[in-house]
T-cell receptor, first 114, second 114 residues
């Protein structure tokens, strides 16, 4: 069974600083990995996904994530934080088959300091 | 509209009452998920409907919870004899690419059990 662990329920960075949100996964088969974002008072939306092609995946709003099999990680980064990035971020995993449910982590709330 | 519609958006009920939560997914989305979002708990998988296959009910927390999907479209999540710990936001999501696709989420039904 697949699972994800997000280290840090709350991350705070200064505007312009690097954003790093951590996600580690557990999967018995090659995983499909996702990052979703939930802005305040809005629904969740897909930020980016890894589906066994390039290991460095670029998403919307300048975010990217790198799949590292040896570390079972899929950390989310952005070089320079913007105030509008303040949101809840969720990592998710599936095994890529049509029968696979998508399992989410516990989320990381990102705050941006002016 | 073209998005995922959930109703009611807010429901306050008394302990012991039954509640029904409805999800109307995007037309053509063959897969439908229910998740529960509690403060600090992330998104907890509840149930997954995939086309005409038997649903994956492995996430339902107790036999008080049930869900159905009629005609491959609208889904209803029913909670019988509600308890205070059932208080949460219940999210519905759909996709037309099971396991690997982007999930399209509704805005959720916030349930409060007094």
């Amino acid at each position: 069974a697949q699972s994800v662990t997000q280290l840090g329920s709350h991350v705070s960075v200064s505007e312009g600083a690097l954003v790093l949100l951590r996600c580690n996964y557990s999967s018995s088969v090659p995983p499909y990995l996702f990052w979703y974002v939930q802005y305040p008072n809005q629904g969740l939306q897909l930020l980016l996904k890894y589906t066994s092609a390039a290991t460095l995946v670029k998403g919307i709003n300048g975010f990217e994530a790198e799949f590292k099999k040896s570390e079972t990680s899929f950390h989310l980064t952005k070089p320079s934080a913007h105030m509008s990035d303040a949101a809840e971020y969720f990592c998710a995993v599936s095994d890529g088959s049509s029968a696979s449910k998508i399992i989410f982590g516990s989320g990381t709330r990102l705050s941006i300091r002016p | 509209g073209a998005g995922v519609s959930q109703s009611p958006s807010n429901k306050v009920t008394e302990k012991g009452k039954d509640v029904e939560l409805r999800c109307d997914p995007i037309s053509g989305h063959t897969a439908l998920y229910w998740y529960r979002q509690s403060l600090g708990q992330g998104l907890e998988f509840l149930i997954y409907f995939q086309g005409n296959s038997a649903p994956d009910k492995s996430g339902l927390p107790s036999d008080r919870f049930s869900a159905e999907r009629t005609g491959g479209s609208v889904s209803t999540l029913t909670i019988q004899r509600t308890q205070q710990e059932d208080s949460a936001v219940y999210l519905c999501a759909g996709t037309n690419r099971e396991g690997i696709g982007e999930l399209f989420f509704g805005e959720g039904s916030r349930l409060t059990v007094l």
